[in-house]
C-alpha cells in the first residue's frame, strides 16, 4: 500500500536481442495465487512488444510436448511459467536446438531459477525476456532422460516421494524440510559403487547427489560449495553418516558450505566432480531427477555441454562481461544500434519497501555467515595446530620419562655411554695424550677433581688442562707404551662424575 505514495520510476530496457514470436507455456495449476490473473499481467507485459502464443499445460498434455509444437510453428523463444517440472518439461524440447528458453518462476522452490541467479518475480523475469540477454548452460542426460538441475539417490529421493502436492500446497519450501526430518528416523547406508571415466569408487552412503546446478537450500548437494553449470562438469556429493544425529550435524555444513561457497571438510562428506559417471547400489534406491520420481538404480549420467541457452538478467550479463564504473576519469558512451532499439516499457516496476529491505537484510546476513565461517574455521584450523604442538610435546615428555627410567635402572651403562660420547681423543704420542672433554670450559670443579685422580695415576708427570679449549694434556714416561697408559687414562676420566 505504502508504495502507492512513492514515485515511480519508468524502466528503461536496452535489448541484447529482439524477439519477433514467443510461445509461452503456462501451468495453470502450479504455485499459489491467482493462475488467471497472473497469466494475464504476463500477457499485458509482453504482448505489446513480441508476437505472444499462449499454450496452458494440462493433465493430458504436459510442457515438452507444448513446446516442440511451439518450435514446429517458429517461435522464437520457448517462455516457462511454472515450477521446476515444467521448466525442465519444457527444457527438454529446446536443449541442442538453439532457441533459448526463458523462466517464470511459479513453483514452490524454483531451484533452476535460484540456482543460476534468473529473475525471481513475474515482472522481473517478463523484463529480462525483453532484454533479451541470454546465457548458455550445460544439461545432463540421466539414462535417457534430460537433468537440468540434479538427481537425488536415497535420502533424497525419500524425502521428495514424501514430500507430497498437498503438504507442499499447505507449507511450501518447508514441506521438503518436514519430510526430510521425518526421514531421518529411518536413516539407513547402502553400498554404492561409481564409476568414472578416471576411477571405480566403491563407498557405504546414505545419500549421493549428482548436481548441475543446485541453490543452496538444496543442501545435500553442496559437496563443493560451488555449482558451475557451464563448465562442461556436474558435482557429486556423497554423504555417509553413521547416526540420525550426525546427519543433522552434517545437513547443517553442507548448508553452510551452499551459502559461502566453500568446500566442504565434515569427515561423512565426500564430492568429486566428472563429466560422466555410472553408479549402482546395493539395495537399489530410487532416484529422484529435478524433484520428480525417476525409477531405481543403476543409473548413468553424461554432461551434454553448452547445450541449453537461457534468458538472464541483462544487468547480470553485463557485469559478467565487464566492470569500468568507478575507474578514475572512465568516460563511457554508448552506440545506438539500430538492430537493438531501446524500449521504454509503458509498464514500471513499483518501489517495495519491504522488499528492499528484505534484499539488504540478506546481504547482511550472507556478510555474517561469511565472517562467521571464517571465524569458526581460523580457530578449527588454530585447534588442530594446538593439538598437534601438545600430541608432539606429550610424546616428547614420554619419550624424556622413559629415558629417564631406562637411565635410573641401569645408570653405569648409561653414564659411561654420555660421557664416552662426549669425550675424544684430540692427539696421542709416546709421552703425551691429549683429550678434549666439553665440560672441562664450564666446570672448574670438575677440572680440579680430574687433575687430582689422574695425578694418582702411576707414571703420569705432568697435567695441563686448558678450560678456554675444554683440553686437557697428559705427559708421562716414555718408556711406558702407550697402548698400555690410554686405557687407564680414558677409565679414570669416565669414572669422574
Known amino acids: 500500500m505504502i508504495t502507492t505514495f512513492l514515485p515511480q520510476p519508468s524502466t528503461h530496457l536496452k535489448r541484447a536481442k529482439v524477439f519477433q514470436k514467443a510461445s509461452l507455456i503456462f501451468n495453470p495449476v502450479c504455485g499459489q495465487g491467482d493462475a488467471n490473473q497472473i497469466l494475464a499481467n504476463i500477457k499485458s507485459l509482453l504482448e505489446p512488444h513480441l508476437q505472444l502464443d499462449v499454450r496452458l499445460t494440462t493433465k493430458e498434455v504436459g510442457a515438452d510436448v507444448l513446446a516442440k509444437e511451439a518450435i514446429a510453428q517458429g517461435a522464437e523463444l520457448i517462455i516457462a511459467a511454472g515450477g521446476d517440472g515444467t521448466v525442465s518439461a519444457a527444457a527438454t524440447a529446446v536443449v541442442n536446438t538453439g532457441i533459448p528458453l526463458a523462466v517464470i518462476p511459479r513453483g514452490t522452490a524454483n531451484a533452476f531459477v535460484n540456482g543460476l541467479g534468473l529473475p525471481n518475480t513475474v515482472e522481473k523475469a517478463c523484463i529480462a525476456i525483453l532484454q533479451g540477454a541470454t546465457r548458455t548452460i550445460g544439461t545432463v542426460d540421466c539414462n535417457g532422460k534430460l537433468m537440468l538441475l540434479l538427481a537425488g539417490i536415497g535420502f533424497e529421493a525419500d524425502t521428495v516421494q514424501s514430500a507430497d502436492r498437498q503438504r507442499k500446497n499447505q507449507f511450501g ?91 566442504s571438510e565434515d569427515a561423512h562428506i565426500g564430492y568429486l566432480r566428472s563429466n560422466k559417471v555410472t553408479i549402482t547400489t546395493d539395495p537399489p534406491q530410487q532416484i529422484t531427477i529435478d524433484g520428480e520420481m525417476f525409477g531405481t538404480t543403476p543409473v548413468t549420467f553424461e554432461v551434454l555441454p553448452q547445450s541449453l541457452k537461457v534468458v538472464t538478467d541483462y544487468n547480470r550479463a553485463i557485469a559478467q562481461q565487464q566492470k569500468l564504473v568507478g575507474l578514475s576519469g572512465v568516460n563511457i558512451v554508448e552506440k545506438q544500434n539500430a538492430s537493438l532499439k531501446e524500449v521504454v516499457l509503458d509498464y514500471f516496476l513499483p518501489i517495495n519497501p519491504l522488499e528492499v529491505l528484505l534484499e539488504e537484510f540478506f546481504q547482511l546476513v550472507q556478510a555474517a555467515i561469511n565472517l562467521w565461517h571464517k571465524l569458526t574455521s581460523a580457530i578449527k584450523h588454530s585447534a588442530i595446530a594446538v593439538w598437534e604442538w601438545g600430541k608432539q610435546i606429550f610424546y616428547e615428555l614420554i619419550w624424556e620419562i622413559d629415558r629417564l627410567i631406562k637411565s635410573l635402572a641401569n645408570p653405569q651403562p648409561e653414564k659411561e655411554k654420555n660421557l664416552a660420547s662426549s669425550i675424544s681423543i684430540a692427539h696421542k704420542t709416546n709421552g703425551r695424550i691429549r683429550l678434549k672433554i666439553p665440560r672441562l670450559s664450564f666446570d672448574s670443579n670438575y677440572a680440579e677433581k680430574l687433575r687430582s685422580k689422574l695425578q694418582t695415576l702411576v707414571g703420569i708427570q705432568e697435567i695441563h688442562i686448558n678450560q678456554l679449549a675444554a683440553s686437557i694434556a697428559i705427559n708421562f714416561d716414555r718408556d711406558r707404551p702407550i697402548s698400555e697408559v690410554e686405557p687407564q687414562i680414558l677409565s679414570t676420566v669416565a669414572q669422574i662424575a
Do not use: K
Not at 559437496?223 to 553449470?229: A, K, L, T, V, W
Not at 553413521?242 to 551459502?259: F, I, K, V, Y
Open 173 to 263: 519450501i518447508m514441506a521438503y524440510i518436514f519430510a526430510g526430518l521425518e526421514q531421518l528416523q529411518n536413516l539407513r547406508n547402502f553400498q554404492a559403487t561409481l564409476e568414472t571415466n578416471r576411477e571405480t569408487i566403491t563407498v557405504p552412503a546414505a545419500a549421493i547427489t549428482v548436481a548441475s546446478i543446485a541453490p543452496p537450500t538444496s543442501i545435500l548437494a553442496q559437496g563443493s560449495g560451488e555449482m558451475r553449470p557451464d563448465d562442461g562438469l556436474f558435482d557429486i556429493t556423497i554423504v555417509s553418516p553413521p547416526t540420525a544425529l550426525d546427519a543433522l550435524t552434517t545437513a547443517m555444513e553442507l548448508l553452510e558450505n551452499g551459502l559461502v561457497h566453500s568446500s
